[in-house]
C-alpha cells in the first residue's frame, strides 16, 4: 500500500488489488448513508438503515459473488484498424483478452474509493469513484482516459445494475426476491433522463389496496443525448456488437440505470460522466429534480 496525492487529495493506494483475495470496505459519510463495497465491485448501499437499500442488503459473501451483476458495469466498444474491440473493465469476462493493471484507491477521509483499470494495449485507464451526497444521494464519477497517440471512436455503455426499488425491505428482499422481481417497475422520464424505481403495489399479506407512492431514482450528467436502459437484458447484446434500444417502461425485471453514447477520444483527452442515485423519493421531490435537470444541469452538476 503506498499513500498518494490522487485528484487534489491524499489517498491511499493498493496496486494491482486483484491479486489479492477480495476484501470488504466500507464508505463513511456526514450524512445517513451507509455503503459496504468489495474490492472486486460488489456493494451494497442505502440511507439510514437496511429497509432503505438502493442495493440489495446481503452479507459480504454475497456482495462479492454479485459483482458482475451488482453495483458498477462499463463496457466499452473501441474502433481501432476497421475492427471493434470489447473491453469491460473489472469484469473476470475479458480478463485474459488484454494485458491490465488494477488499482484501488481510497482517500485518507474513508468517504470517497476510485476503482482504476489499465489497458495497456490501446493506452486507456477508466476510472470510478463513489462518494455520497446529503441532498442526492450516492454518486458515482467515470473518467475514461486516453494516454496512447491514437484517437479512438468509443461506444460507451456505463450504468448501476440491480437498483432496488422503493418499499422492498431486507426480510422480504432476503426472503421472496423472486416475487419482488415481479412487482418491480422501472420508468424513464424521457425529456430528462430520470429513471424512477419503484413498485406496482407494496407487498403485503392482506387483501388490501396498497399503492406504492415513493421511488428510489437515478439520473446522470457529462454525456450528451445519450441511449438509457432501465434494465440489463441488453447487455449481451452490445457485448456482441449488435444494437440497442433505449427503455422506457420495463416491468418485471432487476432494476438497473445504463447510459450508451459514442464518442472520439482524443490523445490525451479525458471524458467525464457523472450518474446518481438515491432512495425514498416522493412525487414533489421526483418532479423538482427533473425540472432541474432540464433547466439547471450546470447548478447540479456544482452540487455533486
Known sequence: MNIVDFDNEIYF??????????????I????NHWMFISSNGGLTAGRKNAENALFP????????EMADFTGSKSIFQIHFNNEIFIWEPFSERFSDRYPISRNLYKNTVGNKVVFEEINHDFGLIFRYQWNTSDQFGFVKKA???????NSYNIGILDGIQNIMPFGVGSYLQNNTSNLVDAYKRNELHQQSGLGMFS???I???KAEPSEALKANVAWSLGLENPKHLLSSTQLNRFRQKQAIS???????????????????LHPTINKHWTIVANVNQNHAQIVSLYHSLLTNKTALNQQI
Request: net charge negative.
Open 143 to 149: 473518467t475514461l482516459c486516453n494516454f496512447s497517440p
Open 28 to 31: 463513511v459519510s456526514q450524512s
Open 246 to 264: 433505449e427503455e422506457y417502461d420495463v416491468k418485471g425485471e432487476k432494476g438497473a440505470y445504463f447510459i450508451a453514447t459514442d464518442i472520439v
Open 203 to 205: 407487498i403485503v399479506d
Open 57 to 64: 442488503y446481503y452479507t459480504d459473501d454475497k456482495l462479492t
Open 13 to 26: 493506494k493498493i496496486t494491482n488489488h486483484d491479486a489479492m483475495r477480495p476484501f470488504l470496505m466500507s
Open 199 to 201: 413498485l406496482s403495489a
